[in-house]
């Protein structure tokens, strides 16, 4: 069974970029036809999907955040890592990382995550 760890900073000033990595464990980001999100959900909002790098290395991005975000990936670590540049305090949430369920919704419908982290946006 695939396990997804996130870890990174929990507090980024304003103007600065946030990164942070998801482990996974239990299974390959590199085989099978899936996709490895980023999704997030601010404090008393609903979930917000961010991106995805497929196991081909693509990546898709929310039209929303694309000119803000990059996903990444090491495959010698079984590795993915979010940067989200410039941030402000509306980018205060728990993020999570996860895995497409294999559905014709790969970025909606996800059947292994992170626990999640929270990251604060303040100085």
């Known amino acids: 069974q695939v396990q997804l760890q996130e870890s990174g900073p929990g507090l980024v000033k304003p103007s600065q970029t946030l990164s942070l990595t998801c482990t996974v464990s239990?299974?390959?980001?590199?085989?099978?036809?899936?996709?490895w999100s980023w999704i997030r959900q601010p404090p008393g909002k609903g979930l917000e999907w961010i991106g995805a790098?497929?196991?081909?290395?693509?990546?898709v991005y929310s039209p929303s955040l694309k000119s803000r975000t990059s996903i990444s990936r090491d495959t010698s670590k079984n590795q993915f890592t979010l940067q989200l540049s410039s941030v402000t305090p509306e980018d205060t949430a728990v993020y999570h990382c996860?895995?497409?369920?294999?559905?014709?919704?790969?970025?909606?419908?996800?059947?292994?995550w992170g626990q999640g982290t929270q990251v604060l946006v303040s100085s």
């Open positions: 790098i497929h196991y081909s290395g693509s990546t």
């Open positions: 996860a895995r497409d369920s294999g559905s014709d919704f790969p970025f909606a419908d996800f059947g292994s």
């Open positions: 239990g299974g390959s980001i590199t085989s099978s036809n899936h996709y």
